[in-house]
């Protein structure tokens, strides 16, 4: 049996507000502005965390940046050990991606498998100048060679360590904790 024993919580609602802050000055300092970006959100929550940037980047520049929602279940490489009929949720993005730069949003990056699904699913909707990656978490790990343009904190972790990041949005609260997977 494997219990989850939550160690410390490394990010309050502070700490991911001046986070979310410094990556929406970020994207608009490499990018030399706003002028064709679109923001998505990986489900669940790289959702409301590309929404929060997105607000961000309205209070500095005064102009709305789209934001999208993509569902990336269909393209999960582990998707057979899921579940047999698994949840499937709309993908909506509000405008054409072709030609435009689209900021990937995602709450945790890890092994990478969960942002080269999100490559292949925006990628059979067009074909985007450029992708770049947004993760509030970079917690190492990586089984695949990606790594995240704009990152919130850097997090080394053990494998048997558990990075959750909540969102009121989803959760009721925002923080993210730092748990460890026990086995007894």
Known sequence: MKNIIEK????DSQAIKRALTRI??????????IQDII???IRT???PIAEKIAKEIEKIEGVK???GTLDITLYRDDLSTLAYQPVVHQTEIPVDITGKIIILVDDVLYTGRTVRSALDALIDMGRPRIIQLAVLVDRGHRELPIRADYVGKNV???????ISVQIADVDEID???LSEL???
């Open 182 to 184: 026990k086995e007894e």
């Open 24 to 33: 929406s000055h970020e994207i608009n300092e490499k990018n030399k502005g």
């Open 39 to 41: 923001l998505v959100g």
């Open 175 to 177: 923080q993210v904790v």
């Open 156 to 162: 080394p972790t053990a494998s048997k360590e558990i």
């Open 65 to 67: 940046v789209p934001v």
């Open 45 to 47: 929550r790289g959702v």
């Open 8 to 11: 410390t919580i490394l990010m």
